[in-house]
């Protein structure tokens, strides 16, 4: 129902836009979000975007580097990623639920996950 798309391969300082269209249901009254997983480490919230006012919450370690945005008329939401770093990289999630929250606990739909790699 959610399928994250756009990762890739980039050097240091490049740039990525990563989309997440969904089916099947309507998101359009959900909090969206992404997170991320390194090989390793446990997953970790980017950032989310609500579905009235579009209220955006980051990550403070993608604050200013990362843009979350989403087009409820689409049922998409997208994250462009600019100044990346070799630490921003791993698999990409984008999540919904009818809460905001900062716990991939608190997400009850995920997509099955985009490859970010960014070289030094």
């Known amino acids: 129902q959610l399928q994250a798309s756009g990762g890739g391969l980039v050097q240091a300082g490049g740039s990525l836009r990563l989309s997440c269209a969904a089916s099947g249901r309507t998101f359009s009254n959900y909090y969206m979000g992404w997170f991320r997983q390194a090989p390793g480490k446990e997953r970790e919230f980017v950032a989310a975007i609500s579905w009235a006012y579009m209220r955006t919450y980051y990550a403070d370690s993608v604050k200013g580097r990362f843009t979350i945005s989403r087009d409820n008329a689409n049922h998409s939401i997208y994250l462009q990623m600019n100044n990346l770093k070799p630490e921003d990289s791993g698999v990409y999630y984008c999540?919904?639920?009818?809460?905001?929250?900062?716990?991939?606990?608190?997400?009850?739909?995920w997509g099955q996950g985009t490859q970010v790699t960014v070289s030094s």
């Open positions: 999540a919904a639920d009818l809460r905001m929250g900062r716990d991939s606990r608190e997400y009850a739909y």
